[in-house]
């Protein structure tokens, strides 16, 4: 675990790799190392079903050739030069994109910030098998749980090295803990399942085994006995867990990449209010402990938070330096490379809280569907729209009712977006996140 903590051998060697390139005939290069080392634990009905552990190092070089280039990548870098000839061997026969290159140098970091990433606990197996128990046994022990889906445990410690042929040579560490756990309702053909999970970069932040499993167990019991909601329409609102993922769809469709391809319905609204007044969507790579957390990009390119959108408006595109030439504005920091080419995406992104409570909410939504889970991915991004699989519970009065499945929610996110309205319990528990949001005018396929 030295080894790991200590990334000197690992920036030598890119830095190697990127010098190997240029006596090879590379006009420029830069280089990518990440090393990780994993443990999880799966336990199951109080046995432990499977312990895996895996370590390893992934070597990527990037190679250019006039406007031409080429990637290769390797688990061993038992020979640099080999490596390197053999990427400028195939970035002289790549076909030319003039708006491949590597950062500009005025765009790069100059520091490395210290985000508080790295938990340096090293749990041993043991203590992951006594976690994923503990997570199981609180779920079987809720009332209503008759099976279990089985608990997790995991670690994960991964550094990353990027080297580049202009001079930047950064590294950093970032640890994970994390515990999980399915849980199974009922009996027969009446059997429901739902689950639970919890993630983070420090272990003092991670939710305690049996927090993790009695919620897990607490879920799938209110899922028992569902009926069809009526086909109509209804206001649909989405909880915590399912609510990111529109926010994932409008990750995808500001994506640099998805612009210059045309293949974004937000193509053409940069600049326009695509949500309601005072709602606000907000990236951050530099939070500290933060999942997606980032002192340098892909590139090396110091990342830049921004408002993607201010109140209501959007303001930007996901850039990295590619995408940013090719749709003539500079690089925003945001390129994501964990091996192979960068590509833009996102951080810490999150839609901002408004200002009433869930309950709140709720009780002014009277009448509706509380969405929990999600089935199937049904966003079109070219188009924006958007059909889905849900399951929840009915909202009667302003209150959760009955639980409700087999029903599909569908609309057009152009118009979902601008009829969003955000509850006030937003938590940063992954890369993307949001807070309850609730919709009016969706589409409701039922009985």
Known sequence: MTQMLDQSDLTDRAARLVEAARKAGADAADTVCVRGVSLSVDMRLGKTEETRRAEGDDFTLRAFVGQRSATVSANVLSDPAELAERAVAMARVAPEDRFAGLAEADKLATTIADLDLLDETVPQAAELTDAALETEDAMRA?????????????????????????GFVGSYLASRFSLSATAIAGSGTAMERDYWSEVCTHKADLAAPILVGQKAGERAVRRLNPVQYATGEATIVFDPRVSSGLVGSLAGATSGSAIA??????????????????ITVTDDPARRRGLASQPFD?????????????????????????????LDLPTNGHAQRRG?????????????????????????????????????????????DYSRGAAGFAIRNGALAESVSEITVAGNLADMYLRMVPASDLEYRFAVNAPTVAIEGMTVAGR
Do not use: C
Not at 142 to 166: D, F, I, K, Q, R
Not at 264 to 269: A, Y
């Open 340 to 384: 192979g080419n960068p590509s833009p995406g996102v951080t810490n992104l999150a839609l901002q809280p408004g200002v009433q409570s869930a309950a709140e909410l709720m009780a002014e939504v009277g009448d509706g569907i509380y969405v929990t889970e999600m089935i199937g991915h049904g966003a079109n991004l070219l188009t924006g």
């Open 298 to 326: 892909g590139e090396g390119v110091q990342p830049e938070g921004f408002d993607l959108i201010e109140d209501g408006v959007l303001k930007g595109w996901f850039l990295d330096s590619a995408t940013g030439r090719e």
């Open 261 to 278: 391809r045309n293949t974004s319905f937000l193509r053409d609204k940069l600049g326009e209010a695509i949500f309601r007044a005072g």
């Open 142 to 166: 809720v009332p209503g749980v008759e099976n279990s889906g089985g608990a997790s445990a995991g670690w994960y410690l991964g550094g990353m090295v990027l080297a580049t042929s202009h």
